[in-house]
């Protein structure tokens, strides 16, 4: 029988995780059952929410279990199945194990069509990062024409995506971002109007408030933290803040303190709503339609981090904390 | 031609205002010109949100100005009119100054009805507060039969009538106040289900959490600061925060700090909304008919706290940041 690496939590961080959190593992490659699949991953994902799973707290999606295999979004091919609805060769994508190999049921995974659109793209701009910017853009931000709305995180996964919908929908758009490659990538691949360098603008307020001249009407929040102190004071009567992620605060624990925001709300009648992805699942099909035929008509452009090789899916997950990857961080762990 | 006194002024406060922020000072009863109506006032009111305006910064309504009349809700009689509209011994409400005596064109106020309900509920139950409590709970909050609502401030004007509000939708309520009389009197009077005295409790956190062993469903704040900082942690998913106000904070500027909130609000969805009463304008005949319905038919209960004289004016809403007050806090100026 065939072995294979596996990635399992070896313990709990405080703070910033590390490599001493993961444990690599050699396991048997497991032999699909009767409506099973076996399938060898391509693609693996690694996302900013998983830093919530790490911990053994109460949340929206289950805690990763110490001494437990880690799962995320994969992209594989199928090299053995004991389904009638997949084929040896069919390309996939499901929510599955860091594993070289998996076994899945046929009812948890879908299959995606590598002539539509490139396979990682199913991670990305067409998967839950394109989903989430989609629903936490349209349904809380709601950006009307003229507008002006504000990205932080705007280089990551899905502020490029919520950035460019922003866009479609006639607003003025900022984005934030940490280095002046990602700030040239906004502004000159993704369409962004502006784009400010938080790393080096000395004062980012006063940044902000002369990208935004009449204000923010709509402010998609990805990190948090200081950065967000900077753009309330900004907030337009009736401002919408989709808070979609707060990176900036996942390491901290009882230590991340700040401003008090609740004056700011109440001054200019502010809807801060947190979402996650997972709440809009009966709107998938509808948000996937939509960004996949505004991916053909050229209206998105998508960036992505690639990092080649099983061994390097801790260290690319570590990177989303330093800001490393823009757009979708993706490993590959195997040729297509 | 007779004298009157004024209250304008004096400065602009930092941090907690004081005695020196107001200017008393005789000025001329004036002579009502033609469409106008003379008023004495009768019940002057004072209200937390008058904090924001004594600042110079940009708000949903206009600052004091240094050397002006302070101006807020008044309750008074007409003693002299110009107007075929009102009567002289008309009982009217406006938005006037903290005067004895006001000129008043007629169609800044109108008449108000002694036999339907005590002249000082105007202000109160029936007037800004209780519309305050009513568009907050029924438009934001949205209790549902058997959810939890906790109301922070509860024993002030607005909370306590946002609390029976949601027992008339069928929630179970629990207030926070800071004395044990305003806790008998949420009990009691009010028919809250449970009451903390968060001055007294040695752990708020522990004591919210027995209060509320099924979460927190709906979060009517009143106060922001510490008392916040122990209810985020129990809200249920898709629990809804109407940001009604932050008292704790109002006099702290940039001191001001706190745990970070956002991740509170993604991991449950929350929807906190900052809201003010004027955006409800074009609804307040509706909020004012259905709270003098509730009234009528005994589900509201509202408490005042009326202090007696012209120069207990800056007194009484020196004491709304120490919580002095139960209820609405009035001031009577001279007979009915």
Redesign the interface.
């Known amino acids: 029988m065939n072995t294979q690496h596996q990635i399992t939590l070896a313990k709990r961080p405080e703070g910033l995780p590390g490599q001493e959190h993961f444990s690599f593992e050699k396991t048997d490659v497991p032999s699909p059952q009767k409506g099973e699949v076996l399938i060898q991953s391509i693609y693996i994902s690694v996302d900013p929410y998983m830093r919530?799973r790490m911990e053994d707290t109460k949340?929206?999606v289950e805690p990763f279990q110490v001494g437990r295999v880690i799962d995320g979004g994969v992209v594989g091919k199928v090299v053995e199945s004991e389904s009638d609805k997949f084929s040896k060769g069919d390309y996939v994508i499901g929510h599955l194990g860091w594993k070289e190999y998996s076994t899945a049921r046929e009812s948890i995974i879908r299959k995606v069509d590598k002539n539509l659109a490139p396979l990682s793209a199913y991670l990305g701009v067409l998967g839950m990062p394109g989903l989430t910017a989609y629903f936490g853009m349209t349904d809380i931000g709601q950006p009307e024409d003229g507008e002006t709305v504000v990205i932080s995180g705007a280089a990551g996964a899905v502020g490029m995506i919520a950035g460019q919908i922003a866009k479609v929908h006639g607003a003025k758009v900022i984005g934030i971002a940490g280095s002046d490659e990602k700030v040239s990538l906004l502004k000159e691949d993704a369409g962004f109007d502006e784009a400010i360098n938080y790393k080096t603008t000395s004062d980012i307020h006063t940044a902000l408030r002369e990208a935004c001249p009449n204000g923010v009407d709509v402010y998609f929040?990805n990190v948090?933290?200081e950065i967000?102190d900077a753009v309330y004071p900004l907030l337009n009567?009736f401002a919408r803040i989709p808070?979609?992620?707060?990176i900036s605060?996942?390491n901290k624990g009882?230590d991340?303190?700040?401003?008090?925001?609740?004056?700011?709300?109440?001054?200019?009648?502010?809807?801060?709503?947190?979402?996650?992805v997972s709440?809009y699942a009966d709107r998938f099909d509808e948000g996937a339609k939509q960004l996949g035929m505004w991916l053909q008509e050229g209206k998105l452009t998508y960036k992505e981090t690639i990092n080649e090789g099983f061994d390097k899916i801790p260290d690319a997950f570590l990177g989303l904390f330093s800001g490393e990857n823009t757009g979708k961080q993706l490993i590959k762990v195997a040729e297509e």
Chains 1, 2 share one sequence.
């Open positions: 919530g949340s929206y929040d948090g933290g967000s009567d808070q979609c992620g707060a605060s996942y009882g991340d303190v700040g401003p008090r925001i609740q004056t700011y709300m109440i001054k200019a009648r502010v809807r801060l709503q947190g979402f996650i709440d």
